[in-house]
């Protein structure tokens, strides 16, 4: 599955990437910030569906998404997002098998991507952050990259058919890190679900 994922990773860099520079002018700030190896949770503002496509060509590293499981049931969407190694959660798909794939993902030095507003903004304005993120770093005791993305509502909002080629930005942040707790106190989640959201405003800022 390890070395399957590499190459769809390639497949989507080598397909999109020239594509996307192109097209929506993309550039990347602080790709380095992305561990080169070990376990991290990438952790974005969500604008649009292009989302994890620029998180994916743009990290270091192939790197597995949470993906809803009514996207991942969705017959147009099921089997790119199963070539991609995409975890669904939420809806029928099983809460333990969900958790037992994440553990996996991380237990083995691998890279997760999570949108922590849960969904799409509506408006363009970032969400509250729900602490899914932050507990999964706090249990598991791996650091989260915070990433702002910018230009993407602006360039494919939620209903539009077809996208605006506007600018696009995507910008890495110092991993924060996080020490293992077994049993996080809600203050922690909270505290640290805080301090991710402020890293990707704070990225949107270094981009204003």
């Known amino acids: 599955m390890r070395d399957e994922l590499g190459v769809a990773f390639l497949s989507l860099r080598?397909?999109?990437?020239?594509?996307?520079?192109?097209?929506f002018r993309l550039t990347t700030h602080g790709r380095e910030h992305v561990p080169r190896e070990g376990p991290a949770i990438?952790?974005?503002?969500?604008?649009?569906?292009?989302?994890?496509?620029?998180?994916?060509?743009?990290a270091r590293r192939p790197v597995r998404f949470l993906v809803a499981n009514d996207f991942y049931?969705?017959?147009?969407?099921h089997t790119t997002l199963r070539w991609l190694g995409a975890i669904p959660v939420g809806g029928d798909a099983g809460l333990i098998r969900s958790f037992k794939h994440i553990g996996k993902v991380?237990?083995?030095?691998g890279l997760?991507?999570?949108?922590?507003?849960?969904?799409?903004?509506?408006?363009?304005?970032?969400?509250?952050?729900?602490?899914g993120a932050s507990v999964l770093a706090l249990r598991m005791g791996v650091?989260?990259?915070?990433?702002?993305?910018?230009g993407t509502f602006e360039a494919l909002p939620r209903h539009a058919k077809w996208p605006r080629f506007v600018p696009l930005t995507v910008r890495f942040g110092r991993p924060i890190p996080v020490a293992a707790r077994r049993n996080p106190s809600s203050e922690e989640i909270a505290?640290?679900?805080?301090?991710?959201?402020?890293?990707?405003e704070a990225l949107a800022s270094d981009g204003a």
Not at 14 to 23: H, M, T, Y
Not at 42 to 58: Q, R, T, Y
Not at 112 to 131: C, K, S, Y
Not at 191 to 200: E, K, M, P, T, Y
Request: proline residues 11%; aromatic residues 6%.
């Open 191 to 200: 505290g640290l679900s805080d301090a991710l959201r402020n890293a990707v």
């Open 42 to 58: 990438l952790a974005s503002n969500h604008a649009s569906f292009l989302d994890p496509i620029l998180v994916g060509i743009c």
């Open 143 to 150: 650091p989260l990259v915070p990433i702002h993305l910018g």
């Open 106 to 109: 991380l237990g083995r030095g």
């Open 112 to 131: 997760l991507g999570i949108f922590p507003e849960g969904g799409i903004t509506r408006d363009g304005a970032m969400r509250p952050f729900r602490p």
């Open 73 to 77: 049931r969705d017959p147009r969407l």
């Open 14 to 23: 080598a397909v999109f990437g020239p594509a996307f520079k192109l097209a």
